[in-house]
């Protein structure tokens, strides 16, 4: 197929006017695939490949030879940022053929969305809680503006379809269309997933289509890393040494560092001067504590502040203002973010990427990676792990640098064997389960219980759920008053439920804790968890604030800037590491392989490690005695597998072993003290892991692990079983200790 000629003359305009000279690989394989066939499509191309426009040609042409009488395509972002920067780019390239482009989020105005309920056209790009509240609060709106949806877009869907929120999405796509009565065709976009197979499989589920998944050819890796160590105070591992590296210049001491300088945060500091870059961590917590640190260094310098911030807790304007300078090539500043602008958003010509200690995945540290690298640039990243010098004079296993370890790992796995980690489709979702009956009873009024499970459990993200289970479930939401009965008989959302449902927070399924709203004057400056008392100070925008009023009522915080430096808090931000990883991790303690991107400090500081894990055995061996009956066991286990160990060797083993003081450091030690000898150990590991046991026997006695947002308003079996069947990694921990 010539795809050129096949498109619509305003996209050919498009391609001249912009002077390419070619389509892409992936432009021609998505036009190929929607032109000539009715099958969902999956596109897996590297960051700036040129996904999205791959997608919507053929679907803009679609829609401009043919009109549809409603909404013709349907894009879902996972974020606010990534729906605004996509708005404007595709509004641009289909004003002149006149076909609207809409976009629906809490940011936007309700005229837009008026507007659009009125004439329901184009394409409507929206997030999944949105999309979640315009099916509750738009029941009847549902079916004239989605009567000739033909496409749904799910972009960065390795971001969407993952946990609840992957859940939730499908189930939104499945309501939808039954409602509307139509089978859009499904089309993911992405450039960093693994097993796309599995993730295609999914996406296509109930359509009755198969999923394309056009095989790209992979271009060769060119990219420009570093990776340096810092111990945040003291003399650093790299002055111990005269190893030397290609790169070992960037560590050195200049003059614009500031005295008694955190040397990470310095370096970040001087090496972002003149410069346009990101700065990426792993929380909300660090960011607010990075750009404060940032801008006092600035100030002594004398110099202006050239740092900006961006979360997800910080008001629309300051995220907005952000993203404005980064699209701004004449400014050459700064923005320290959490994964709120690791996808998608096209923030123009960045020079480089920094990383504070190393992301969770593969997956996150190649999408902050393709943050930079467009306009002909190579990708650049810099790593700067920190670490405080008395935890590497602590016990054995506080003196390995987990994060230089971690960091190491994800990019070798990438270079090594391109793995990235897969989706994980397999759990309970029970959660989400109560979440989609409370909405989809919110949104159809009364109903039987029957008529609610017919609608509820065929949605494809609960085909592992049973009718038990449900059952189990609406009696439970009737005794808590979150459903009643109704004197018909049928059932309707209760008063306890109304409170959840009537609350914006309900459109969202992942965790999110009670937040403040915390304003300076008429400014809103963003949100943050717990406020402290009148007079104490915090932290939120990359500024210090005394606060001077709090509203518990109206969840409103009132403050005043002011100077200083004190830490923020908007909940805790876990990760979750995969098994794969653990275990690249260990390779790198065990290997005398030397790294081309590793500089001076980081050369010497895994030199260090490696010597002390040889002596001490770690790499030889998971067991190793710290002394006396202290022991310490290294499962190079993934986060999930990792807490399975954890609760087998308290609840199937301790007695036996005569374990006491378990304390672990998830996902990468576990130390304890122990009567047993390592032969006792490995043989009782065995020969309980080899007995049959119910998953559930790991969940201690009366203990309800509340792991997802709702799970408080579920009987207490279901959280249990949703825990120990979707949660604990049993085989992989079985796994590790058969290997023993």
Not at 69 to 95: E, H
Not at 122 to 144: C, D, F, V, W, Y
Not at 645 to 664: P, S, W, Y
Request: aromatic share 10%; net charge negative.
């Amino acid at each position: 197929m010539n795809v050129f000629d096949r498109y619509a003359p305003f996209i050919k305009d498009f391609i001249y006017s912009n002077e390419w000279h070619s389509l892409r690989a992936v432009q021609i394989a998505a036009a190929e695939a929607i032109f000539a066939t009715d099958e969902n499509l999956l596109l897996c191309a590297s960051t700036a490949s040129g996904k999205t426009e791959a997608a919507f040609f053929p679907i803009l042409t679609d829609l401009y030879e043919n009109p549809p009488c409603s909404v013709g395509a349907l894009y879902i972002g996972p974020l606010k940022a990534l729906i605004n920067d996509q708005f404007y780019r595709l509004a641009d390239l289909c004003r002149e053929a006149d076909i609207p482009v809409w976009h629906w989020h809490g940011d936007v105005s309700q005229a837009h969305k008026n507007k659009l309920l009125k004439n329901p056209s184009g394409i409507l790009q929206i997030t999944p809680e949105s999309l979640e509240a315009l099916l509750m609060r738009k029941h009847s709106h549902i079916n004239k503006l989605f009567c000739d949806l033909r496409y749904i877009v799910i972009d960065e869907v390795h971001a969407i379809l993952r946990g609840d929120r992957g859940g939730q999405t499908i189930c939104l796509i499945e309501r939808l269309s039954k409602l509307a009565g139509v089978n859009p065709r499904r089309i993911g976009l992405s450039a960093t997933l693994g097993e796309p197979q599995k993730m295609g499989e999914f996406l296509s589920a109930g359509t009755g289509r198969n999923t394309l998944i056009p095989q790209l050819q992979v271009q060769k890796v060119r990219w420009r890393i570093s990776m340096e160590h810092f111990f945040v105070q003291g003399e650093q591992a790299g002055e111990a040494t005269n190893s030397e590296s290609a790169l070992q210049l960037l560590s050195e001491p200049t003059d614009h560092a500031p005295d008694h300088a955190d040397p990470g945060f310095a370096y970040v500091f001087e090496h972002t001067r003149d410069r346009k870059c990101l700065v990426f961590v792993n929380s909300r917590e660090e960011c607010e504590a990075v750009t404060t640190t940032l801008r006092n260094y600035c100030e002594l310098n004398h110099e202006a502040d050239r740092f900006l911030i961006h979360h997800g807790n910080l008001s629309a304007s300051y995220r907005e203002t952000a993203e404005a300078v980064m699209k701004d090539d004449g400014q050459l500043q700064t923005t320290v973010t959490t994964a709120t602008l690791e996808l998608g958003i096209d923030i123009g010509r960045l020079e480089r990427a920094f990383q504070i200690d190393a992301p969770f995945t593969v997956s996150s540290f190649l999408q902050r990676l393709g943050r930079t690298g467009r306009r002909d640039l190579p990708p650049e990243m810099w790593f700067v792990i920190r670490e405080d010098l008395a935890e590497a004079r602590a016990m054995l296993p506080e003196t390995v640098p987990w994060k230089l370890l971690q960091g190491i790992a994800l990019i070798q796995l990438y270079l090594e064997e391109r793995w990235v980690e897969p989706p994980k489709l397999d759990r309970l979702p029970f959660s989400l389960l109560y979440h989609q009956t409370m909405s989809t009873l919110a949104s159809c009024g009364e109903m039987t219980a029957a008529q609610l499970a017919s609608r509820v459990l065929p949605l494809q993200a609960f085909q592992r759920i049973t009718q038990g289970d449900y059952k189990v479930l609406l009696r439970h939401l009737l005794n808590i008053n979150h459903i009643q009965r109704t004197d018909e008989g049928g059932l309707i959302v209760g008063l306890a439920g109304e409170r959840q449902i009537n609350s914006f927070k309900f459109y969202a399924v992942f965790q999110e804790n009670e937040e403040y709203t915390v304003r300076c004057g008429s400014q809103e400056l963003g949100t943050l968890v717990m406020p402290p008392p009148p007079g104490e100070k915090i932290a939120i925008a990359g500024h210090v604030w005394l606060v001077e009023e709090v509203d518990h009522k109206r969840r409103l915080v009132y403050c005043e800037q002011v100077r200083g430096n004190v830490p923020a808090y908007f909940g805790e931000c876990p990760g979750a590491v995969h098994t794969k990883v653990l275990e690249r991790m260990r390779m790198v303690l065990a290997e005398e392989k030397a790294y081309p991107y590793i500089m001076k400090n980081a050369a010497a500081r895994l030199q260090q490690a490696r010597q002390t894990a040889v002596y001490a055995g770690v790499v030889s061996q998971p067991l190793i005695n710290l002394g006396g009956d202290m022991w310490c066991l290294f499962p190079w286990l993934g986060s999930f597998a990792f807490l399975a160990m954890e609760r087998f060797l308290k609840i199937k083993c301790a007695e036996q072993l005569g374990l006491k003081c378990l304390d672990a450091s998830r996902p990468y030690f576990i130390q304890f003290k122990m009567k047993a000898d390592p032969q006792t150990f490995f043989r009782v590991l065995k020969e309980e892991a080899t007995k049959e046991f119910d998953p559930l026997d790991l969940v201690y006695e009366k203990e309800v692990p509340l792991f997802e947002k709702y799970d408080e308003f579920l009987p207490a079996e279901l959280v249990r079983k949703g825990f120990a069947y979707g949660i604990l990694d049993i085989e992989g921990m079985k796994t590790r200790i058969r290997s023993w």
